[in-house]
């Protein structure tokens, strides 16, 4: 069975939620969420499948590779199927969508990546940075 560690990440003030998947030591980012404040649309859901739509159209494998993992609904807090990209297939869909914050993104993007390969180093930087969190 798989072990997947869900985590709220913030960008911007902005949260995406992420699923860490420990079997494939890889970091898993909710698509609409990232979307949703890429485009600053009110619907990130609607832009994602027209999105989605437009790349099968094109014949992207990028939509074919997509997964899905249960996340948590930031509505009712309960786990639903969500898609989900690993950090390159999110790169990918950001070059798909014309937004200003999108540079800033791949910053964050990258630092989250080095964040986890210092806590897997260093596993009590997990502690503290999850102490952070939780007292702000």
Same mark, same amino acid.
């Given at each position: 069975m798989q072990t997947i560690n869900d985590k709220v990440q913030l960008f911007e003030d902005q949260p995406i939620r992420t699923a860490w998947v420990e079997d494939e030591e890889e970091w898993y980012f &909710?698509?609409?969420?990232?979307? =949703?404040? /890429?485009? *600053? &649309?009110?619907?990130?859901?609607?832009?994602?499948?027209?999105?989605? =739509?437009? /790349?099968?159209?094109?014949? &992207? =494998?990028?939509? #074919?590779?997509?997964? =899905? /993992?249960?996340m948590k609904s930031p509505k009712d807090g309960k786990r639903y199927n969500t898609d989900v990209a690993d950090t390159e297939q999110l790169l990918r869909i950001i070059q &798909?969508?014309?937004?200003?914050?999108? *540079?800033?993104?791949? /910053?964050?993007l990258a630092q989250v990546g080095r964040e986890r390969m210092?806590?897997?180093?260093?596993?009590?930087? #997990?502690? *503290?940075?999850?102490?952070?969190t939780y007292a702000t």
């Open positions: &909710s698509i609409v969420d990232v979307v =949703q404040i /890429l485009t *600053e &649309s009110a619907d990130g859901r609607k832009y994602w499948n027209k999105l989605k =739509q437009r /790349l099968k159209e094109e014949g &992207s =494998q990028l939509v #074919t590779n997509c997964h =899905q /993992l249960k &798909s969508i014309p937004s200003k914050k999108a *540079e800033p993104f791949k /910053l964050w210092e806590e897997v180093i260093d596993p009590e930087l #997990t502690i *503290e940075r999850a102490l952070e």
